[in-house]
């Protein structure tokens, strides 16, 4: 097969690279040669480049190692959620007595 007849259809055209670049370059103060260097650093992804000028950290997604793993996750999150959900109404429970005991006093 001819190398001169692949196209790479990961790379954009050349008008969405440019529009790109414009996007960039009015959301940044990067010049074009940096702008385009960040464009192929961050695979052609202008709002990965707008984010990283910005300072946002781009999330890394967490590897789910098996299925159990995630389930025993899920139990773990709504258990955390639901004490932490009982704690609040507790300590809000007591200070409400505290309250009317304090007003009662008086």
């Known amino acids: 097969m001819d190398r001169m007849n692949i196209v790479d259809i990961t790379t954009p055209s050349i ?20 702008i385009k260097d960040k464009l192929i650093e961050y695979n052609y992804e202008h709002i990965d480049v707008i984010k990283e000028y910005m300072g946002i950290e781009k999330e890394k997604p967490r590897p789910i190692k098996s299925i159990n793993q995630e389930i025993y996750k899920q139990i773990r999150l709504q258990l955390d959620a639901g004490i932490r959900e009982f704690n609040n109404k507790q300590y809000e429970k ?9 007003s009662n006093s008086k």
């Open 94 to 102: 007591i200070a409400e007595e505290l309250q009317l005991t304090t």
């Open 15 to 34: 008008e969405k690279i440019a529009e790109m670049c414009d996007i960039i370059s009015r959301q940044t103060e990067y010049t074009m040669d940096q």
